[in-house]
């Protein structure tokens, strides 16, 4: 039985589980997420800024933040973004932002072994709220969480929504007061922020190549197309390369 201090999470499988979002677990997540809280701020301040630069109310930015909870995704839906809407212009920003957000099927299949004591109900539901940070810390915490214990996930998942929800708030005020975002370089911060993140995965030279083959693909993909669907190509190439460099 869990500790009183824990929340138990009914799985709703023929063979209960435990399965705890405990108070150690909840403070790891948060604690391993502080260092890429400044980027992760420094990026919503970003999109904020440009949001109100592109006609977007506060509530309509905060909501963005708020739903689709997902950086690269909302400065893609962002820079295709009309005053007014069409049913074809819609569509076409669901299926930007869908190709975007494609890689995290893939993110969200290598946390299985996170979330293997969860009802699929649960698991989607907490899988929601997965991102490039929080995949990131999973992977370096993988084997130091006891079996069952999503607390460092939800931990990690929630820290990173509120501080993005409230930096977007935060940039959107900002942006009445920033002219021009290029001139102070905030175009760049989602290219630096991912760059950043890259860095705890570095394990040799041999290790780096899908991200070479990912690379490669994306590049010779985005010349042929204007699309997005580059990211796609990408991540999917640079998954396959990892599949057969795998021991």
Request: proline share 5%; net charge neutral.
């Amino acid at each position: 039985m869990p500790a009183p201090s824990e929340f138990s999470i009914t799985t709703g499988m023929n063979t209960p589980r435990s399965v705890v979002i405990s108070p150690s677990g909840l403070r790891l997540g948060v604690a391993s997420v502080i260092a890429l809280l400044p980027g992760v701020l420094a990026f919503g301040v970003s999109f904020g800024a440009v949001a109100a630069k592109m006609g977007l109310s506060l509530v309509d930015a905060a909501m963005m933040s708020g739903l689709v909870f997902a950086g690269a995704a909302q400065f893609v839906a962002i820079s295709a973004w009309q005053m007014d809407w069409t049913w074809a212009g819609a569509i076409t920003i669901c299926l930007l932002v869908g190709i975007v957000n494609s890689r995290l099927i893939l993110m969200g299949a290598s946390l299985r072994p996170t979330f293997s004591a969860l009802a699929p109900g649960p698991a989607y539901g907490l899988l929601a709220l997965n991102t490039d940070a929080s995949w990131i810390m999973m992977m370096r915490l993988e084997g130091k969480t006891e079996h069952g214990d999503v607390g460092a996930y939800v931990g990690a998942a929630a820290a990173l929504w509120a501080g993005w929800l409230l930096a977007t708030i935060a940039g959107w005020w900002l942006g009445a007061l920033i002219s021009d975002p290029r001139r102070y370089a905030l175009d760049l911060v989602m290219i630096i922020f991912f760059a950043c993140i890259l860095v705890p995965l570095w394990k040799g030279p041999r290790k780096a190549l899908p991200w070479l083959v990912a690379l490669a693909v994306a590049l010779i993909t985005q010349s042929v197309t204007s699309s997005q669907i580059y990211i796609l190509f990408g991540s999917l190439s640079g998954a396959i390369a990892g599949a057969f460099l795998d021991e």
